[in-house]
Each structure stands twice: as C-alpha cells, then as structure tokens.
T-cell receptor, first 115, second 112 residues
C-alpha cells in the first residue's frame, strides 16, 4: 500500500537555525498538509497546500514557517529561525481530494528537537 | 465543526471486541464521523468514516445512532497492536475548512 514518507525521522537543531522537513506524499494525491504534535499534546493543524499554493493555515503557521513543493514529488516545511517551542513531532499528510470525504494519509513524522 | 466527547481511557482484553464510544450531540446533517488512531508517536492512521449508515472495513465497524448524536467504533477482535489513542472527529463535507481537529481521544489499552 502506498504511503507518505518523511525525512529525517529525527532532526536536532540549535535555536535560531533554519530547518527543512521533507515529505514525499502519495503519488496521485493532490492535497498536502502539515500537522504538528508537541509532546503530550494534541495533533494540531498547521497548513494545507493545493495547486502550488497555501489553501489554509492556522495561527501557529506564522511568518517563520513556509511550505514548498519544489518538484513533482517532494513537499517541504521550512522553519526559518527555530525556537525552543518549535520542538515537536511534525506530520505530513496527503489526500487525493479535499478533506470533505477523503481521509488523510499521514507519514510517521519528523521529531524536531531545538536546543 | 461539531465537538466530540470521548472517554479518556479504556481497557479491553485481547481477543475481545473493543467498543469505543463517541458523543457528537451537535453534529449537523452534512458532517461525517471519522475515526483515526495514533500508535505511540506514529502518525495518525485513518480507520473508517461514515455519514449515517453503519460502515465496516477490514479494520473496524462504525455504528452511528439513528439520531447521529453518537457513534461507536468496534474493533471486533482486539490485539495488543491495537493499543493506541483513538480519535473521533466530525468533519463537514466540502468547502468549510480543510483541517481535521484532533481532540484528546480515547487511550485504549489491550490487555493480554
């Protein structure tokens, strides 16, 4: 069964550094998402992306964050200047159509640790 | 999106059916009920979804009451690998928002 893959599985960075988290969505999917989960807390929506532009974003997704689909397969989340509170699991997801009925398929996440 | 209420935790004996309840008393007519689960710190895994009819797939069954104010996810023969946090989410179909809101879910422990 096709799956969403994320790399790296664990990323450690120093405060103030830029990080790029990478995702390869399922190949025939058109909608892409980033969620995050701070340790012990809920899974939170960050952003959705379709047709090379952001569809929706949450309050968490401020100017420090950006997303990009640089080629036909990768979908990336960039954090420009990391803060300690950015430490979390970051999950990429994709779906073949808008979430109305189609469920999301999630990757297994990247654990980001900011020191 | 309608809010959901789930018990924070449940236990189930291995091999028995696990019945996970969810209340969504403010659900509207065009909102679907979705179930996901999260095993340890892995990504959420889609299980099943439905509108008003009961649904069954290879993982589980979803029973939705006639008034749609509550539903039950049934894992027919729970195994140790079913130990996870189970999320019940109601989501409007179509244009009204793109994101799922994950609550705190039910932490299911399958006991040997």
């Amino acid at each position: 069964e096709p799956e969403v893959t994320q790399t790296p599985s664990h990323q450690v960075t120093q405060m103030g550094q830029e990080v790029i988290l990478r995702c390869v969505p399922i190949s025939n999917h058109l909608y892409f998402y980033w969620y995050r989960q701070i340790l012990g807390q809920k899974v939170e929506f960050l952003v959705s992306f379709y047709n090379n532009e952001i569809s929706e974003k949450s309050e968490i997704f401020d100017d420090q964050f950006s997303v990009e689909r640089p080629d036909g397969s990768n979908f990336t989340l960039k954090i420009r200047s990391t803060k300690l509170e950015d430490s979390a699991m970051y999950f990429c997801a994709s779906s073949p159509s808008r979430q109305g009925v189609s469920p999301l398929h999630f990757g297994n996440g990247t654990r980001l640790t900011v020191t | 999106d309608a809010k959901t209420t789930q018990p924070p935790s449940m236990d189930c004996a291995e091999g028995r059916a696990a019945n996970l309840p969810c209340n969504h008393s403010t659900i509207s007519g065009n909102e679907y009920v979705y179930w996901y689960r999260q095993i340890h710190s892995q990504g959420p895994q889609y299980i099943i979804h439905g509108l008003k009819n009961n649904e069954t797939n290879e993982m589980a069954s979803l029973i939705i009451t006639e008034d749609r104010k509550s539903s039950t996810l049934i894992l027919p023969h729970a195994t140790l690998r079913d130990t996870a946090v189970y999320y019940c989410i109601v989501k409007i179909r179509g244009e009204a928002g793109n994101q799922f809101y994950f609550g705190t879910g039910t932490s299911l422990t399958v006991i040997p």
